[in-house]
């Protein structure tokens, strides 16, 4: 079978995680002797599943091992709705619930993402992410629904949720040392339950 052909009877599929509202999207991804090809973004396919289609930026980040970027999110009126994948080598990710009244409220998911796996994350506005490199490259792609404000940008101080992280003493940039810790953050976000559950 044709690798179009192949495209064409493959459908994305969805799954819930712990948290409300955030999905891993496992999306159309076929490896072959040349190296793989990734369909990340299929608006049909989003709108079948009642999820945001729109999305104004994006960005695409290297790190090298034991780099920690997060954990990352912006204030209303800018918040976002995030896709984040792994594109090349692998990370260790994490999403923490921020978002007053949530069942998960200041509760975290994690999860390893590579780019050899075909898995996208779906994080919804009112939560904070980042990840840590855990190969010795990884190459990150990040969609987002709104543009970026610099006085709307935001973040909790990565080792105050009780993330599991796989490295004690990462590389960090001197925003991300900066930011504040969970116990002392004042959500701005309330929740709302998802329009369908998966």
Same mark, same amino acid.
């Given at each position: 079978?044709?690798?179009?052909?192949?495209?064409?009877?493959?459908?994305?599929?969805?799954?819930?995680?712990?948290?409300?509202?955030?999905? &891993? =999207?496992?999306?159309? !991804?076929?490896?072959?002797?040349?190296?793989?090809? /990734? $369909? @990340?973004?299929?608006?049909?396919?989003?709108?079948?599943?009642?999820?945001?289609?729109?999305?104004?930026?994006?960005?695409?980040?290297?790190?090298?091992?034991? &780099? =920690?970027?997060?954990? !990352?999110?912006?204030?209303?009126?800018?918040?976002? /709705? $995030? @896709?984040?994948?792994?594109?090349?080598?692998?990370?260790?990710?994490?999403?923490?619930?921020?978002?007053?009244?949530?069942?998960?409220?200041?509760?975290?998911?994690?999860?390893?993402?590579?780019?050899?796996?075909?898995?996208?994350?779906?994080?919804?506005?009112?939560?904070?992410?980042?990840?840590?490199?855990?190969?010795?490259?990884?190459?990150?792609?990040?969609?987002?629904?709104?543009?970026?404000?610099?006085?709307?940008?935001?973040?909790?101080?990565?080792?105050?949720?009780?993330?599991?992280?796989?490295?004690?003493?990462?590389?960090?940039?001197?925003?991300?040392?900066?930011?504040?810790?969970?116990?002392?953050?004042?959500?701005?976000?309330?929740?709302?339950?998802?329009?369908?559950?998966?």
């Amino acid at each position: 079978m044709a690798a179009t052909e192949s495209l064409e009877l493959m459908m994305m599929q969805i799954r819930q995680t712990p948290l409300p509202g955030c999905y &891993v =999207l496992k999306v159309h !991804h076929l490896p072959d002797k040349r190296g793989q090809f /990734t $369909k @990340l973004f299929n608006r049909s396919e989003f709108t079948k599943f009642g999820l945001k289609t729109i999305f104004l930026e994006q960005y695409a980040t290297t790190s090298h091992a034991g &780099v =920690l970027r997060g954990l !990352h999110f912006q204030s209303p009126p800018m918040e976002y /709705t $995030k @896709l984040a994948c792994c594109v090349q080598g692998e990370v260790f990710d994490a999403v923490l619930d921020i978002r007053k009244e949530s069942p998960t409220y200041c509760q975290y998911a994690t999860f390893n993402l590579a780019g050899s796996d075909g898995e996208i994350l779906y994080i919804p506005p009112g939560m904070a992410h980042g990840f840590c490199a855990i190969s010795p490259e990884a190459v990150m792609v990040y969609s987002c629904s709104a543009e970026y404000s610099s006085s709307c940008d935001n973040g909790i101080l990565w080792n105050s949720a009780g993330i599991p992280w796989p490295i004690d003493d990462p590389v960090l940039s001197e925003r991300d040392q900066g930011f504040v810790e969970l116990k002392f953050f004042n959500s701005p976000f309330t929740f709302e339950p998802p329009l369908r559950e998966m």
